[in-house]
């Protein structure tokens, strides 16, 4: 219908008028009442951290945390549940007291579990569960589990496990779990840390209690006064203590959810849970058109509505660093690929799922460097294995492993290198093994394994085999690629690199991770590069190629003229649809988005940064 104002836009549909209101609730309360027009809200609901143990105790596990970015409220008022921070051990070998939970709407965070009580000299009680998990004591108990009960995406994380060498009287408490990490392990010189609780500002701003970081885990406590106590995990989560003087583990912060810290031997107590906390957010919302007259007001205010951005599905490649050529006394084995890790592109038996990316959060991205080769020195031994690619998405994040150095050493005589040197080392994909011409009772050497640590789909294949007290002239073992196990070494030619996988993810084909080539001695043939970036192993006339950077292949071996080639850097690729793309910034800025054939947007991270999705 015409207007007088000259025209329309649309018809008036206010969804929700919460003017982005913001309130910071830190006891519970009946009745929290809302504005008029509020329809819609964005919560944060983080419960009670769970006390700590006594007796070089294990910290508390944080709160459950858990955020909604669109909450129907059709109502004028709802009541609001702070969790309360569980009470620490004071009584061997009573574990910490799990939090209380905090409940807002159809939100409910569980309280974060308690912390093990108990030494090596005393009985026990293992860390228990909870939204995060609560830590060992240090009687080498374990850590508990976190997420308990289960919620999609997870509340928390698993407290570490405790550390004991009780004929050295060292006891080490580890640290409860936090919201965004696990808690660390105790260790022979120091007690856990607690596990990272998660910063809330990129939803909810700048100016919030504890800087906006919240559900920290407890430190752990220790035994001995020269040993360090845990601390505390950033977002409220309590240190632990040191020595034998009965010391207090430190509480949680209040109105953080942070766990408490564990007591010092012989018999400190516990620190208590932080209390919970609920932040709501009242959205200014609309789902349809606006009349003119009403939208230039709004915008002259400064109050037009924000549309908040919702989940979205995204393709990925993370591909490692290559591992290092090896040099040994005749030839050196050729390195594994970066580990190949991808999902909508590429090899289908190779694939995972889409992740999804959620508004208001920065996701962290790692491209790992390719391993040194083994520098130009007779027998100087294996190259260094690739560093690991990170895209790290909450809650699982993709991690792909660094390809495994090429073997390398001495392979002749009396002081033969030890089978670990000339073996190739495991990775993403292994590194190939070194020829040995030492006499028939020498322990062989064996390739590297590839897909270590395992996971599904496999992110590469092993390295190849060299011959055992064979007759020059021979070559050695090739580097494993994405999609092919390292050629074998022998008489009279090197293993070849392993073929890596094509991708064409960022709209042109490219092939990544493949392994480099075996080095070959006198008059052998030296090993190719595998497809995706392998480099060339090395003869006495023709030096090792590196692996190409930005593919994540592996560097040749070594001959008799030159060094191992050096790996190829990682690369990491983020594809998502072309509508969630005004949301997204990537840093720094040597990093780049494009539009592939069909619209969508591609990420892609050729050196390490930040892939942030705004919240409106």
């Known amino acids: 219908m015409a207007k007088s104002n000259g025209g329309i836009i649309g018809a008036l549909n206010p969804t929700s008028f919460g003017k982005c209101t913001q309130t910071i609730v830190t006891t519970s309360t009946p009745a929290f009442a809302f504005q008029p027009g509020t329809r819609l809200v964005s919560a944060l609901v983080v419960a009670g951290g769970g006390g700590a143990g006594k007796n070089v105790g294990g910290g508390g596990g944080a709160g459950g945390f858990r955020t909604c970015t669109s909450i129907s409220v059709c109502g004028a008022s709802i009541p609001i549940t702070i969790g309360a921070g569980g009470a620490g051990s004071t009584s061997a070998p009573q574990a910490g007291t799990q939090g209380n939970s905090s409940i807002f709407s159809t939100i409910t965070s569980a309280g974060g579990g308690g912390g093990g009580s108990g030494s090596g000299f005393a009985p026990f009680q293992p860390g228990q569960t909870g939204g995060s998990g609560g830590g060992g004591s240090g009687n080498a108990n374990p ?43 105790a260790t022979s ?45 950033p977002g409220g989560g309590g240190a632990g203590k040191t020595g034998s003087g009965n010391l207090v583990g430190d509480s949680g912060t209040a109105n953080t959810g942070g766990g408490g810290g564990g007591g010092s031997g012989v018999s400190g107590n516990g620190g208590t849970g932080g209390s919970g906390i609920v932040i709501v957010k009242e959205l200014t919302k609309a789902s349809g058109v606006w009349n003119l007259q009403s939208q230039f007001s709004a915008r002259k205010q400064g109050t037009w509505p924000l549309v908040a951005v919702q989940p979205f599905s995204a393709d990925y490649l993370v591909v490692a660093g290559g591992g290092g050529g090896g040099r040994a006394d005749d030839a050196g084995g050729g390195a594994g690929a970066g580990g190949y890790r991808a999902s909508g592109y590429g090899p289908a038996p190779l694939r995972g799922s889409a992740l999804t990316l959620t508004a208001g959060t920065a996701f962290p991205i790692t491209v790992g460097g390719g391993g040194a080769g083994a520098p130009n020195s007779q027998s100087s031994g294996t190259g260094t294995d690739g560093s690991p690619s990170i895209f790290s998405p909450a809650p699982t ?79 050695v073992g090739g580097g494993g690629g994405a999609t092919a196990v390292g050629g074998n070494g022998g008489a009279p030619a090197a ?102 054939p069909n619209g969508d947007k591609v990420a892609t991270f050729t050196v390490s940064g930040t892939l942030t999705v705004a919240s409106f």
């Open 495 to 596: 293993g070849a690199g392993g073929a890596g996988a094509p991708n064409n993810i960022s709209g042109c084909a490219v092939t990544y991770a493949g392994g480099g080539g075996g080095g070959a001695q006198g008059t052998a043939t030296l090993g190719s590069g595998g497809s995706g970036g392998g480099g060339a192993g090395a003869s006495p006339s023709v030096v090792a190629v590196s692996g190409t950077v930005n593919t994540g292949g592996g560097g040749g071996g070594a001959s008799a003229n030159s060094g191992g080639g050096t790996g190829g850097s990682g690369i990491v690729i983020v594809r998502y649809p072309s509508g969630a793309a005004p949301a997204v910034t990537l840093a720094p800025g040597t990093n780049v988005e494009t539009t592939a």
């Open 143 to 185: 850590g508990a589990a976190g997420n308990t009960p289960p919620v999609s995406p997870p509340q928390g994380f698993s407290g570490g496990n405790g550390f004991s060498a009780g004929p050295s009287c060292i006891f080490n408490g580890a640290g409860g779990g936090g919201s965004s990490a696990v808690g660390a392990n």
């Open 397 to 475: 994040g993709i991690t792909s492993t660094g390809g495994g150095a090429g073997g390398g050493g001495v392979t002749s005589g009396p002081t033969v290198s030890p089978s670990a040197t000339r073996s190739g080392q495991n990775g993403g994909s292994g590194g190939g093994s070194a020829t040995c011409m030492a006499p028939i009772g020498y322990p062989g050497a064996n390739p590297g394994t590839g897909n270590s640590p395992p996971v599904s789909p496999p992110q590469g294949s092993s390295g190849g085999t060299a011959v055992f007290g064979g007759v020059p002239p021979i070559g």
């Open 189 to 233: 010189p120091v007690g856990g840390s607690g596990g990272a609780g998660t910063d809330t500002t990129p939803i909810f701003g700048p100016g919030l209690p504890n800087s906006g970081v919240y559900a920290g885990g407890g430190g752990g406590g220790v035994y001995l006064g020269g040993a360090t106590a845990g601390s505390g995990g």
